[in-house]
């Protein structure tokens, strides 16, 4: 602790010294206001219930050749019945920005109505923007009761 | 009345404002009409600001209650139909006045030096006009607005490294549910509103201390006319004013803003999703961009791209230096065309398909 006694650079080391003691103070004060705000501004993780399986109803209540938005948790999933008979269930949520799709009969198609988007019964894009095929879930027949569940 | 101006007078001296509204002029020539469509701009941000402050006497920003409230506006608040009516017509008066507005100044050069400022913040209040606008389409909560606000959103997400923080920024959280209202309700009522009124604070004051701009080269025209701003532009604003103030009344009574179908999260997206006419040209383009391009996604590659072309954009006092000279500069001319032309087309080809 002899620099003051000796020369002018030792006086400027000590001024630096103080202007990254303050400085540094400085942002770390400026830090410890932004860090509560940028925090508060993410929303926190809602504790979600974890859904494997949903009973989606029986078999006799869904119509031929139609479609259904299931509740899957929070997400909507769509049950597809064909005028073949086939029960199929996949994501409703459209790869391509997030809209709903819905079944539609006239095409006999997985329809998106945001930007005609289209999905053939196997869940594949077939024309319009969509980026990806639809999510698949697994029908399962209990007896008369359907239920969805996610495919792993 | 003497004493009471004398009495502010003694405090606050009037004497310079009244100097100096006596002394101001507005230039006139062949682009003189242009000049009215700020005017019109401020006068339709105030009825919004009016309008909106009714509407929060009863509005209810929640997943539960907003739908339901804004048909309590629209059917048993008296005159609560006209009031929202004209807030939703305003708002689309306002932007549509808002880009004539921008485009004349474009074409005049009128953001040339010394008025970058004045350009910058006029483009700040175009920015968050749309920010108005997308965020006040949601709260109604219906389907329609319940889908576009997914799809927006969805197509910020899209950016790179940004985008998706920025996504659950938006919407509060993975999905858009009531949380997004919420947020957009106080974007639209708390946030925009505060950022609006410090821009256009700021713009007002340089168009007065630096006057109407003229186009290039008739500020030294011999034969140049002027007419005094007070009271003879005054009055002629405010005529026009109230001519839009009958616009918007005709346009409010015979075309009442619809509400809709309250939104479901567990409703397929219905037919006829698309978003407010000032956003289609962007929305069409996207969907004529193939889903990859080289290794990008077209979406990406969209939005950069109008990204940078609105830094540009809203740059062009910086890049056109041949204006803030005095030189004649044709390409920004072309290049404003070109967009002119280009927001049209892509408007009315988003329209009709």
């Known amino acids: 602790m002899n620099a003051g006694i000796e020369s002018t650079s030792n006086v400027t080391t000590k001024r630096d010294f103080l202007k990254y003691v303050l400085g540094g103070a400085l942002v770390t004060w400026v830090a410890s206001l932004l860090y509560p705000l940028?925090?508060?501004?993410?929303?926190?993780?809602?504790?979600?219930?974890?859904?494997?399986?949903?009973?989606?109803?029986?078999?006799?209540?869904i119509p031929k050749d139609s479609g259904t938005i299931i509740r899957f948790g929070n997400k909507p999933v769509l049950l597809v019945r064909s005028s073949t008979d086939q029960l199929r269930a996949f994501s409703a949520v459209c790869t391509h920005l997030d809209c709903t799709v819905q079944y539609k009969s006239d095409l006999g198609m997985i329809w998106c109505a945001c930007h005609n988007g289209k999905y053939d019964l196997n869940g594949r894009n077939v024309s319009g923007p969509p980026p990806r095929p639809l999510e698949e879930y697994r029908v399962i027949l209990k007896g008369e009761e359907v239920h969805i569940t996610t495919m792993t | 009345m003497k004493r009471l101006v004398a009495w502010f007078d003694e405090r606050i001296p009037l004497q310079g404002l009244v100097e100096f509204l006596g002394k101001k002029y507005v230039p006139l020539h062949r682009g003189s009409v242009w000049y009215y469509f700020g005017g019109v701009s401020l006068f339709l941000f105030i009825v919004q600001v009016i309008t909106g402050i009714l509407l929060l006497?009863?509005?209810?920003?929640?997943?539960?209650?907003?739908?339901?409230?804004?048909?309590?506006?629209?059917?048993?608040?008296?005159?609560?139909?006209?009031?929202?009516?004209?807030?939703?017509?305003?708002?689309?008066?306002?932007?549509?006045t808002v880009f004539i507005h921008m485009f004349s100044v474009f074409f005049e050069k009128a953001y040339r030096k010394p008025r970058e400022l004045t350009w910058l913040t006029g483009m700040g209040m175009l920015f968050l006009g749309m920010g108005f606008g997308f965020s006040g389409y949601l709260l109604p909560w219906n389907e329609l607005a319940f889908f576009a606000t997914k799809v927006g959103t969805d197509i910020a997400g899209v950016l790179p490294v940004?985008?998706?923080?920025?996504?659950?920024?938006?919407?509060?959280?993975?999905?858009?549910?009531?949380?997004?209202?919420?947020?957009?309700?106080g974007f639209h009522v708390a946030v925009f509103p505060g950022l609006f009124t410090v821009l256009l604070g700021i713009h007002l004051i340089l168009v007065q201390r630096q006057?109407?701009?003229?186009?290039?080269?008739?500020?030294?025209?011999?034969?140049?006319?002027?007419?005094?701003?007070?009271?003879?532009?005054?009055?002629?604003?405010?005529?026009?004013?109230?001519?839009?103030?009958?616009?918007?009344?005709?346009?409010?009574?015979?075309f009442p803003s619809e509400l809709g179908r309250k939104a479901d999260a567990f409703a397929s997206a219905p037919a006829g999703i698309r978003p407010e006419w000032y956003f289609l040209f962007m929305f069409q383009s996207l969907k004529y961009i193939p889903s990859q391009v080289l290794f990008m996604d077209g979406e990406v590659l969209g939005i950069m791209l109008f990204g940078i072309a609105g830094l540009l954009w809203m740059f062009v006092p910086f890049w056109d230096r041949k204006s803030s000279r005095g030189e004649t500069n044709r390409v920004v001319n072309y290049i404003g065309l070109f967009v002119v032309l280009y927001i049209v087309l892509f408007t009315i080809l988003g329209w009709v398909l």
Do not use: C
Request: net charge positive; charged share 15%; hydrophobic share 50%.
């Open chain 2, 211 to 254: 006057g109407m701009s003229e186009p290039p080269g008739s500020d030294a025209a011999p034969n140049r006319r002027v007419m005094p701003f007070f009271p003879n532009f005054l009055l002629r604003d405010l005529l026009l004013w109230l001519l839009v103030l009958n616009v918007l009344a005709i346009l409010a009574v015979f």
């Open chain 1, 38 to 61: 940028f925090s508060y501004l993410q929303p926190p993780r809602q504790a979600e219930v974890e859904v494997t399986s949903v009973n989606a109803g029986r078999l006799a209540d």
């Open chain 2, 162 to 185: 940004i985008g998706k923080p920025l996504m659950i920024f938006l919407r509060g959280g993975e999905d858009v549910t009531g949380a997004t209202l919420s947020r957009f309700f």
């Open chain 2, 57 to 96: 006497l009863y509005y209810k920003g929640s997943e539960q209650l907003a739908w339901e409230s804004i048909q309590f506006i629209m059917s048993k608040v008296r005159f609560g139909w006209l009031i929202r009516s004209i807030h939703t017509w305003a708002a689309n008066l306002f932007m549509l």
